[in-house]
C-alpha cells in the first residue's frame, strides 16, 4: 500500500489480470469523503508470474512498483517500473532494472523513493565478490531520466539484504530478514557527497519492515509479533 494525500496505491501481486500472478495495482482517490476507485494498472509489457504490485511506493505523485518475479534476463531476476501521476491517472513512464542477470535475484522485492532518489531491495542478489547476500540498488533522477548510482551490499551469504528498504534525504535503512544469520538486522548508511557509507548495524532476527524518520528507526520483527524503536541512541521495544 501507498499512500500520499488524496491518492492512494494498493498492489494486487496474485492478480491475474494478464496471465497467472501477473498482478496489478490499484488507484484510488478521496472524493466527497470517500475512496473512490480510478484505475487498475498493470505494466505494458506484464507476463505470468511478474507478481506487479509486490512492492509500492509513491512520492510528490511518482509512484514505484516492484515486480520482483519478472523474468527479464533470467528467471525471477526482477524489475521495477515507475509511474507519473498526469492528473487523472497514473502512467508508466520507466522500467529500471538491476545490474545483475543472475536468477532468482528478486530485483523489486522492496522499494522506496524519496524525491528525486530512490532504492530497490534484490535480496537474493550477488554483492561484488559474487556472494549471494542480497543487495540494494541506489538510482537518482537529476534531470529527466532515473540513473543508477551505486549498488550496496552487506552481510553474509543467505542473509536476504534487501528485503526490507527505506529512503529518507541523506539516510539508508536496508533490512536483512534470514533468522540465524550472524548479519541479520537492519543496516543504516549515511550519504556523503555522491556515496553511501555504512554508519551503523542494528543486529535484529527476521527483519522485515524498516522506517526512517527525524533520528528514528522502526524495525518490524513480526516473528516476534512486535518492533523496535530505535533512537540515536537508545533501543525500546514497543
Given at each position: ?31 466527497n ?34 515486480a ?29 532494472l ?21 532504492i ?23 534531470l ?48 556523503d ?46
Open positions: 500500500v501507498a499512500l500520499s494525500g488524496d491518492q492512494l496505491l494498493i498492489g494486487s501481486p496474485k492478480n491475474d489480470e494478464n496471465g497467472k500472478d501477473t498482478g496489478a495495482v490499484y488507484h484510488y482517490q478521496y472524493e469523503n470517500n475512496w473512490i476507485e480510478k484505475q487498475k494498472f498493470t505494466a505494458n509489457d506484464s507476463g505470468a508470474g511478474d507478481q506487479f504490485g509486490y512492492a509500492l511506493a509513491l512520492s510528490d505523485l511518482t509512484l514505484l512498483i516492484g520482483p518475479f519478472n523474468n527479464y534476463n533470467a528467471a525471477r531476476t526482477g524489475a521495477a517500473y515507475i509511474f507519473e501521476f498526469d492528473g487523472m491517472n497514473f502512467i508508466e513512464t520507466e522500467k529500471l538491476g545490474n545483475s542477470s543472475a536468477t532468482n535475484s528478486k530485483f523489486g522485492s522492496s522499494v522506496s523513493i524519496n524525491s528525486n532518489q530512490l530497490i531491495g534484490a535480496p537474493n542478489g550477488f554483492n561484488d565478490l559474487a556472494i549471494r547476500t542480497g543487495s540494494a540498488y541506489v538510482f537518482e533522477k537529476p529527466n531520466d532515473w540513473i543508477f548510482m551505486e549498488k550496496i551490499s552487506a552481510g553474509q551469504e543467505g542473509s536476504e539484504f534487501g528485503d526490507s528498504v527505506f529512503m529518507s534525504t541523506d539516510s539508508l535503512v536496508v533490512g536483512a530478514s534470514i533468522y540465524l544469520i550472524a548479519s541479520s538486522g537492519a543496516f543504516v548508511f549515511v550519504k557527497n555522491d556515496d553511501w557509507l555504512f554508519d551503523q548495524w542494528l543486529q535484529e532476527d527476521r527483519v522485515t519492515a524498516v522506517v526512517y524518520s527525524h533520528n528514528t528507526i522502526l524495525v518490524g520483527l513480526p516473528w516476534y509479533e512486535g518492533c523496535l524503536l530505535y533512537t540515536s541512541d537508545a533501543a525500546d521495544d514497543l
